[in-house]
DNA sequence: AGTTTATTGCGAACATCGTAGCGGAATCAA
DNA sequence: TTGATTCCGCTACGATGTTCGCAATAAACT
């Protein structure tokens, strides 16, 4: 008996062609799904039907689709609404883009890896300038300002997803790890770390959202007190 | 003729043998060489004339590798003085924190992608606590304001050794990339990011300690508000 | 000194990763 | 229909981190 191979029988007549957009969108549902670490080109490929290669004929590497990607994930953000004084809309934005980055696992993370070069990422940033300079602001004075307030959102809301990577790596869970890193620290020498192993205690797995506010509170604060003398 | 392979003849006479205080020092000045990127556990077996396999007797893997290196650094900072007001402990320790991480190629971002175990390193955030608790803080605000300044510093110095890598790719220097940066912001659509395109020429590339120092004085001041609240 | 035990390094392999370069299919011109 | 051209997809390559069984050395003990 012979076997005889027909070519292409169940390959689609139109080549199913590939574009960026797909290959973005593919990706992020990916990291939703796997996180950073084991968003890898060949598992993208295999979403997609194809082999790890031919994503970059639609990607020139991995870096720029993890840039690509960074910029998707900013364009889920909403842009604020602009009304309100400047420290509620920062404060507002602040938190529309931490929470933004909390709904996809790992977003923060290639943000924080990743130059801010997308367009809608440029928007975010745009925002901010805008609001302090609309708050009377210097030019310098708010171009710095605005480094430091998304750098810190973006890193805090990093530093939340390596942690949760961190204690969701086993059979461990968020609390667990925490209870296990207040007894090491209970545990620490007590002479050599007073101060810490005092505040041992004050570690606490649900107040990442106090936290958040009172690193804004201090920017803003900070910045109250430098926009009442200029 | 017979080739009779006689045996370890140019063995050293005593096994050198290695410790993990050994690797890591080397890993450090491998890093200092090639950045993190390239520092790899065959490169870093081969200085040691050691083949890759055997650094894992000393290591359990490489990412214990990073949190021992993150600490070694740590311990070439200097710890404050601990003399002046808090503000001033609190500055000259962020000044430290910063010429110490940029004292070696990449530093800041093993520190970044490294959970504070070691004990060199929790000295400096012990460091920062003291102060904070001498300074009349709550032992809540303390440990918060302590999260917040130690990510400020490590976080600003890891997005400078990201940028110097990235300044540092082909024959670029960092003076062109910053070049390079603002036409590129010069050339977005005015009508879409007016104030990026506005703010583009104060972006300049030698001013990383005035932007370092803007920060600074944004958190202290903030702190110097909460203090006097309560 | 001789014997046993523990430690250290190594060779070779494995799985996995990002990606260059090429062969061949799809499309178009004639 | 044929020939040329475009362009997509894949095989293959060189690295990486890491495991395991074995050999050789150092240390401990008798």
Redesign the pocket.
């Known amino acids: 008996m012979r076997i005889i191979p027909y070519?292409?029988a169940d390959?689609p007549?139109?080549?199913?062609?590939?574009d960026q957009q797909q290959v973005v969108k593919t990706a992020l549902a990916l990291l939703d799904e796997v996180g950073l670490e084991?968003?890898?080109?060949?598992?993208?490929?295999e979403r997609l039907d194809?082999?790890?290669?031919?994503?970059?004929?639609?990607v020139?590497?991995?870096?720029e689709?993890l840039i690509l990607l960074g910029d998707e994930i900013s364009g889920e953000i909403p842009l604020p609404r602009g009304s309100g004084g400047w420290k509620e809309q920062l404060t507002e934005i602040a938190l529309n883009v931490r929470r933004g980055l909390l709904a996809h696992r790992d977003a923060a993370r290639v943000l924080a890896i990743t130059p801010p070069f997308g367009p809608r990422r440029l928007h975010h940033i745009e925002a901010v300038l805008r609001v302090l300079r609309s708050a009377g602001f210097s030019r310098k004075d708010a171009a710095r300002a605005a480094y430091h307030a998304n750098n810190f959102v973006t890193e805090f809301a990093a530093d939340e997803a390596r942690f949760a990577a961190f204690a969701g790596a086993p059979g461990s869970n968020r609390r667990k790890v925490f209870a296990q890193a207040r007894q090491v620290f209970k545990t620490l020498p007590r002479d050599e770390y007073p101060t810490l192993v005092e505040l041992a205690e004050d570690l606490t797995a649900d107040d990442q959202d106090g936290l958040f506010q009172f690193g804004i509170d201090l920017l803003l604060r900070g910045l109250e007190v430098l926009a009442k003398r200029g």
Chains 1, 2 share one sequence.
């Not at 007549?13 to 590939?18: F, I, P, S």
């Open positions: 070519k292409h390959r007549r139109k080549r199913r062609t590939l084991e968003l890898t080109m060949r598992r993208l490929a194809v082999k790890a290669a031919s994503l970059y004929r639609h020139r590497n991995k870096d689709l």
